[in-house]
């Protein structure tokens, strides 16, 4: 053995704090490894170095007969029911989603050395790699290191990655580059000690217009949208900045928190947000942790009044303002002057692929071409030739996207031809990008612990069928954005599509049949303008049926330019629940065993991967039936709130959730009565002191929903509280039909046995 | 002590590449979980929505065998992961006959119908390591003889070239081809004996 180490291999191209800081990570993993640290402690470490677990880690996996224990060579564990052994997914920080060629070069390296070879790119401008072995993470890290990426943050309870317009200083739209903010911005917060100590994690987003989606902004903790001002004769550059976004179980929209923001302000201001959020915000409860429940608790005038107070006690630091002396480090050069494509030769499938894949940038002459990923992934060979091609048309101007993309920046429009045949000679010539094609999905239960549906599953199965016959669909159509989330926790951005959907599962004579939440509504300009409402529960079966039919309505019935949040708030949502009413149901297993298996899986359905909950309990037939009708108090709830009537419609959803706890209550207590008082006792310790209620990873989150919407009712909510008690009226009672079906799984071994 | 030779991969080819689907392996890859020889392996990854690449992936705790399509040829790759003790060519025999079992096991499952058949007298070594072994000639002429001396324990007398890919870029990988035609179980008997 040569003892040749990476460490040794890269030297000081390391720079030295992240050097440090990952032999520290080494050493933890060295006495976490002989037992001597603790795995709760290790978890958190390795989490906020991007080390998450995956799919499972807990050594169990359900074949479709039975749960599977996975032999891993010995016991030990890199945190509470993880094994040590078990492959975890790797995500790496990727600022304003920037890549340069030798960075793009060393991704595509690990991603054969340390993963399965494929690099998976984010909703959130991250990469992601999947299967790595604990052990193999150190030196990973030296070498992204070694090129300026660090993993540190990309996890837990700190500043994730910060975001940007992929179009940034190259749009048409933009009042300016927001490039070298969200730089200064990230670096600055990257583990810096005031931003050390949050309930949660905190998301910042830039953007350089409003009506566009790319920055997303509305959809942050803290958002922030380029804007100019005259101050005094001169156009000062500034941030309209939004704080207390947050998609999750329940979306919250932001709230304005200054419509100028100065550029010499900006780096103390989230400063100040930071130790706000990190003295004030919740600890304990993680489900109202993110800084939009403390906004929410405090009101936005205190909160703001806060941070202000805070900004002034703030000691001054240099870093505030020094970046403004190199605004231009990230201001980018062509390769190639620009030049038109001027009748050029085309080769076939050219035609096609610019119509959707090229943007004209500000700049005369030069392009951007959006390399269309199907779900997100490319191979390392695929990235390794991308960063040649990189090499030969642009400079490093390539960024990723949050609809799972990559951009080059700066290409000639002469060179598009020859790009073209390039891109397709390595099978990135995809066509269809930024359309009802191009569907944005979260890892679901491919990889993700807390995946329910196969999100990935249904997005291929989706792109199949929509590829084919993408030449034959109306304009209107290809322009819909449909995205994908294996559970409510929105990864997929659901919320803000056209045509969202998330994972569910329900209990069908006995068996577990994989569902999807249709979510309708939901505007994916303005960055992430409005989110969108349940409307279904459909099985994963029909659910292309479900867009099928949703296109062709749209395309039959609309009035002239009407889109298609227009068309269906029109038609509005009992006429949408009839359209989706008979691809609600599910054949009996007899009928078509397909039902009863997700998209790209062969085996039985479950949902035990997950993790198991602790049941028992008898069961009344009555329960299905009595939580379907609380379904349908919430989704009346939802006709009242369109129909301007949010009073109602709040307490309507408030008493959804009653009904809900009732049904579950009456499983064991038949005779509880109509009393909500003595409903929620009862179901309270009945099933959340008995953790009966209890989600394997969300905990009695739903259950404080009811709770608090009982204990603090609202007295003049508006129709944004409408909404939101609406949507946890809607995961109250998932969680409900889930316990329902926990409950009836027990019973079922209990007759077994 | 694990020596230099870590992640090597080995590539066997398939003799008509549209025999068996990635759906059908995914599906025999899924049984394989349920029924495992001597190794953990824990799940499938379908990545058919990309041409070059692998195509179905079963990974384990060791290894990784996929469904391969990354050089635009399909074929069974077995990928070694976690470090291996020994020397150089008790590396290399161990790879080739989880390989070669990967294969027969592949070969005879009941799904396929006897259909998949590999072509013995080609296969691909890659080294996913580009630290320990770096993709040079030297590399290469370092492992000649260990390579020559394991591979002619299943190709015997028949001549055996090797062609190294060039591209620096790209990991150690090399091309071995040999004189004549060579079966799974044959190789798979040579090595064991
Ligand atoms: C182990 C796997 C994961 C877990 C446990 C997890 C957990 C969560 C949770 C609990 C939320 C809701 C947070 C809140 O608003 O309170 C969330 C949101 C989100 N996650 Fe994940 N996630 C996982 C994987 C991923 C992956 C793989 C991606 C990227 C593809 C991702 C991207 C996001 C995004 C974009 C959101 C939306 C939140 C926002 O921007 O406000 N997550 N995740
Ligand atoms: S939405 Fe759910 S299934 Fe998808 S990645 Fe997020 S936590 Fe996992």
Request: charged letters at 25%.
């Given at each position: 053995?040569?003892?040749l180490?990476?460490?040794d291999?890269l030297?000081?191209?390391i720079?030295?704090?992240l050097g440090?800081e990952?032999d520290?990570f080494?050493?933890e993993?060295e006495?976490?490894?002989?037992?001597k640290?603790?795995e709760?402690l290790?978890?958190?470490?390795r989490?906020?170095r991007g080390v998450?677990?995956?799919?499972?880690?807990n050594g169990q996996?359900f074949?479709?007969t039975?749960t599977?224990q996975?032999?891993y060579?010995e016991?030990?564990?890199k945190g509470?029911?993880?094994?040590?052994?078990a492959?975890?997914?790797?995500?790496?920080k990727?600022p304003f989603?920037?890549?340069?060629?030798?960075?793009?070069e060393?991704?595509?390296d690990l991603?054969?050395?340390v993963?399965d070879?494929?690099l998976?790119?984010?909703?959130?401008?991250?990469?992601q790699?999947?299967?790595?072995?604990?052990e193999d993470?150190?030196?990973?890290m030296?070498?992204?290191?070694a090129?300026g990426i660090?993993?540190r943050?990309?996890?837990g309870?700190?500043v994730?990655n910060?975001?940007?317009?992929?179009?940034a200083?190259v749009?048409?739209t933009?009042?300016?580059d927001v490039t070298p903010?969200?730089?200064?911005l990230?670096?600055f917060?990257?583990?810096?000690?005031?931003?050390?100590?949050f309930?949660?994690?905190?998301k910042?987003?830039?953007?350089?217009?409003?009506?566009?989606?790319c920055?997303?902004t509305?959809?942050?903790d803290?958002?922030?949208?380029?804007?100019?001002?005259?101050?005094?004769?001169?156009?000062?550059r500034?941030?309209?900045?939004?704080v207390?976004?947050?998609l999750?179980?329940v979306p919250?929209?932001?709230k304005l928190?200054?419509?100028f923001?100065s550029e010499?302000?900006l780096?103390?201001?989230a400063q100040?947000i930071g130790?706000?959020?990190a003295r004030?915000g919740e600890?304990?409860?993680?489900a109202r942790?993110?800084?939009?429940?403390?906004?929410a608790k405090?009101?936005i005038?205190?909160?703001?009044?806060?941070?202000?107070?805070?900004?002034?006690?703030?000691?001054?630091?240099?870093?505030?303002t020094?970046y403004?002396?190199?605004?231009d480090?990230?201001?980018e050069?062509?390769l190639?002057?620009g030049q038109?494509l001027?009748?050029?030769?085309?080769p076939?499938?050219f035609?096609?692929w610019?119509?959707t894949?090229?943007y004209?940038?500000?700049q005369?002459?030069h392009?951007?071409?959006?390399?269309y990923l199907p779900l997100?992934?490319?191979?390392?060979?695929?990235?390794?030739?991308?960063a040649?091609?990189?090499?030969?048309y642009?400079k490093?101007?390539v960024?990723?996207?949050?609809?799972q993309?990559?951009v080059?920046r700066?290409?000639?429009e002469?060179?598009l031809?020859a790009?073209?045949?390039?891109?397709?000679?390595?099978g990135?010539?995809?066509?269809a990008?930024g359309?009802?094609v191009d569907?944005?999905?979260?890892?679901?239960?491919?990889t993700?612990?807390?995946?329910?549906?196969?999100?990935r599953?249904l997005a291929g199965?989706l792109r199949?069928?929509?590829?084919e016959?993408?030449?034959?669909?109306?304009a209107a159509?290809q322009?819909?954005r449909i995205?994908i989330?294996?559970?409510?926790?929105s990864c997929g951005?659901?919320?803000?599509?056209?045509?969202?959907?998330y994972?569910?599962s329900?209990?069908?004579?006995?068996?577990t049949?994989?569902?999807f939440q249709?979510i309708?509504?939901?505007r994916w300009?303005?960055?992430?303008?409005s989110?969108g409402?349940?409307?279904a529960?459909?099985?994963?079966?029909?659910?292309?049926?479900?867009?099928?039919?949703?296109?062709?309505?749209?395309i039959?019935?609309?009035?002239?330019?009407?889109?298609?949040q227009?068309?269906i708030g029109?038609?509005g949502?009992?006429?949408?629940?009839a359209i989706?009413d008979d691809?609600?149901?599910?054949p009996t297993?007899?009928?078509?065993?397909?039902?009863?298996?997700?998209?790209?899986?062969v085996?039985e359905?479950?949902i035990?991967?997950?993790g198991?909950?602790?049941?028992a309990?008898?069961v009344v037939?009555?329960?299905?039936?009595?939580?379907t009708a609380?379904e349908?108090e919430?989704f009346e709830?939802?006709?009242?709130?369109?129909?301007?009537?949010?009073?109602?419609?709040y307490s309507?959803?408030?008493?959804?959730?009653?009904?809900?706890?009732?049904a579950?209550?009456?499983?064991?207590?038949?005779?509880?009565?109509?009393d909500?008082?003595?409903?929620?006792?009862?179901f309270?310790?009945?099933f959340?002191d008995t953790?009966?209620f209890?989600?394997p990873f969300?905990?009695?989150?739903?259950a404080?929903y009811l709770?608090r919407?009982h204990?603090?009712?609202l007295?003049?909510?508006s129709?944004?509280d409408?909404?939101r008690?609406?949507?946890?009226?809607?995961?109250?009672i998932?969680g409900?039909f889930?316990?329902?079906?926990?409950i009836?799984d027990?019973e079922?071994?209990?007759?077994?046995? | 002590?694990?020596?230099?030779?870590?992640?090597?991969?080995?590539?066997f080819?398939?003799?008509d590449e549209?025999?068996?689907?990635?759906?059908?392996?995914?599906?025999i890859?899924n049984?394989w979980i349920?029924e495992?020889?001597?190794?953990?392996l824990i799940?499938?990854?379908d990545?058919t929505?990309?041409?070059n690449?692998?195509?179905?992936l079963?990974?384990?705790?060791?290894?990784?065998?996929?469904?391969?399509?990354?050089?635009g040829?399909?074929?069974?790759?077995y990928g070694r992961?976690?470090?291996v003790?020994?020397d150089?060519?008790?590396?290399?025999r161990?790879?080739?006959?989880?390989a070669?079992?990967a294969?027969q096991?592949?070969?005879?499952?009941?799904?396929?119908?006897?259909r998949?058949?590999?072509r013995?007298a080609?296969?691909q070594m890659?080294?996913f390591d580009?630290?320990g072994s770096p993709?040079?000639?030297?590399t290469l002429?370092?492992?000649?003889?260990?390579l020559l001396?394991?591979?002619?324990e299943?190709?015997?007398e028949a001549?055996?070239?090797l062609t190294?890919?060039e591209?620096?870029r790209?990991?150690l990988?090399?091309?071995?081809?040999a004189?004549?035609?060579f079966s799974?179980?044959?190789?798979?008997?040579?090595?064991a004996?």
């Amino acid at each position: 053995m040569s003892g040749l180490t990476w460490k040794d291999e890269l030297g000081d191209r390391i720079p030295e704090d992240l050097g440090r800081e990952i032999d520290i990570f080494e050493t933890e993993i060295e006495l976490r490894s002989q037992d001597k640290l603790d795995e709760t402690l290790f978890a958190e470490t390795r989490l906020r170095r991007g080390v998450y677990g995956q799919r499972y880690d807990n050594g169990q996996r359900f074949d479709g007969t039975e749960t599977q224990q996975l032999a891993y060579p010995e016991a030990l564990t890199k945190g509470p029911n993880t094994m040590w052994h078990a492959p975890g997914m790797q995500r790496i920080k990727i600022p304003f989603g920037g890549l340069s060629v030798e960075q793009m070069e060393v991704l595509a390296d690990l991603g054969e050395e340390v993963s399965d070879s494929i690099l998976h790119v984010t909703t959130r401008q991250d990469i992601q790699l999947h299967y790595v072995h604990i052990e193999d993470t150190p030196d990973m890290m030296r070498r992204l290191a070694a090129v300026g990426i660090t993993t540190r943050e990309a996890c837990g309870n700190s500043v994730r990655n910060v975001t940007a317009c992929p179009l940034a200083g190259v749009c048409n739209t933009e009042s300016f580059d927001v490039t070298p903010y969200s730089r200064a911005l990230a670096r600055f917060l990257l583990g810096h000690e005031d931003m050390q100590d949050f309930g949660r994690k905190f998301k910042i987003a830039f953007s350089g217009c409003r009506h566009e989606a790319c920055g997303l902004t509305n959809m942050h903790d803290l958002g922030a949208l380029g804007v100019t001002r005259m101050v005094d004769g001169v156009e000062k550059r500034g941030f309209e900045v939004w704080v207390g976004g947050g998609l999750g179980a329940v979306p919250h929209q932001a709230k304005l928190f200054d419509e100028f923001v100065s550029e010499e302000e900006l780096l103390p201001l989230a400063q100040a947000i930071g130790r706000v959020f990190a003295r004030l915000g919740e600890k304990r409860n993680r489900a109202r942790a993110r800084v939009k429940f403390l906004i929410a608790k405090l009101g936005i005038e205190e909160f703001k009044r806060l941070v202000l107070e805070e900004r002034q006690q703030l000691p001054h630091d240099d870093r505030w303002t020094s970046y403004l002396d190199d605004l231009d480090e990230t201001d980018e050069e062509p390769l190639k002057p620009g030049q038109a494509l001027n009748g050029a030769d085309q080769p076939e499938g050219f035609e096609a692929w610019h119509e959707t894949n090229v943007y004209r940038q500000r700049q005369t002459g030069h392009v951007v071409v959006t390399v269309y990923l199907p779900l997100g992934d490319l191979t390392s060979n695929q990235m390794r030739s991308l960063a040649s091609i990189s090499q030969r048309y642009v400079k490093d101007t390539v960024r990723l996207t949050v609809e799972q993309n990559v951009v080059l920046r700066w290409i000639s429009e002469a060179d598009l031809p020859a790009l073209y045949s390039e891109l397709k000679a390595i099978g990135l010539g995809g066509a269809a990008a930024g359309t009802i094609v191009d569907i944005t999905a979260c890892p679901g239960t491919d990889t993700c612990k807390l995946g329910i549906s196969s999100s990935r599953g249904l997005a291929g199965e989706l792109r199949r069928r929509l590829a084919e016959r993408y030449h034959t669909l109306d304009a209107a159509v290809q322009d819909l954005r449909i995205k994908i989330s294996g559970c409510f926790n929105s990864c997929g951005q659901h919320h803000a599509a056209d045509i969202g959907f998330y994972g569910i599962s329900r209990k069908i004579n006995g068996l577990t049949v994989p569902h999807f939440q249709v979510i309708l509504g939901g505007r994916w300009k303005d960055n992430a303008g409005s989110f969108g409402l349940p409307m279904a529960a459909v099985p994963s079966k029909n659910i292309p049926a479900v867009v099928e039919r949703l296109a062709e309505r749209f395309i039959g019935e609309r009035q002239q330019a009407e889109n298609f949040q227009d068309y269906i708030g029109r038609i509005g949502k009992r006429e949408v629940k009839a359209i989706l009413d008979d691809l609600a149901q599910v054949p009996t297993y007899e009928e078509d065993p397909s039902f009863y298996r997700d998209w790209g899986d062969v085996r039985e359905y479950t949902i035990d991967d997950m993790g198991k909950g602790e049941c028992a309990g008898e069961v009344v037939p009555l329960a299905q039936f009595e939580l379907t009708a609380a379904e349908r108090e919430a989704f009346e709830a939802q006709i009242l709130l369109d129909e301007g009537d949010a009073g109602v419609a709040y307490s309507i959803a408030c008493g959804a959730m009653v009904q809900a706890a009732r049904a579950l209550v009456r499983t064991q207590f038949l005779d509880v009565g109509d009393d909500a008082e003595r409903i929620i006792e009862e179901f309270r310790t009945r099933f959340v002191d008995t953790e009966l209620f209890f989600d394997p990873f969300a905990k009695d989150k739903f259950a404080r929903y009811l709770f608090r919407n009982h204990e603090e009712p609202l007295t003049n909510p508006s129709a944004e509280d409408a909404h939101r008690t609406i949507e946890e009226a809607q995961l109250f009672i998932e969680g409900a039909f889930a316990c329902y079906g926990r409950i009836s799984d027990a019973e079922g071994t209990l007759a077994g046995s | 002590m694990p020596n230099d030779l870590q992640r090597l991969n080995i590539k066997f080819y398939l003799e008509d590449e549209t025999s068996v689907s990635p759906e059908e392996v995914f599906r025999i890859f899924n049984r394989w979980i349920s029924e495992p020889r001597d190794e953990v392996l824990i799940d499938v990854a379908d990545y058919t929505h990309i041409p070059n690449g692998p195509q179905t992936l079963l990974v384990g705790h060791e290894s990784d065998y996929s469904l391969d399509n990354t050089d635009g040829r399909m074929g069974l790759r077995y990928g070694r992961k976690r470090p291996v003790d020994g020397d150089a060519r008790q590396c290399l025999r161990a790879a080739l006959s989880a390989a070669l079992n990967a294969c027969q096991r592949l070969e005879e499952a009941p799904e396929v119908e006897g259909r998949a058949q590999f072509r013995g007298a080609e296969l691909q070594m890659s080294v996913f390591d580009r630290l320990g072994s770096p993709n040079s000639a030297q590399t290469l002429e370092a492992l000649r003889e260990d390579l020559l001396a394991v591979l002619s324990e299943i190709y015997g007398e028949a001549q055996i070239s090797l062609t190294r890919d060039e591209d620096e870029r790209q990991c150690l990988t090399v091309q071995i081809q040999a004189q004549g035609d060579f079966s799974v179980a044959s190789m798979q008997q040579a090595l064991a004996a």
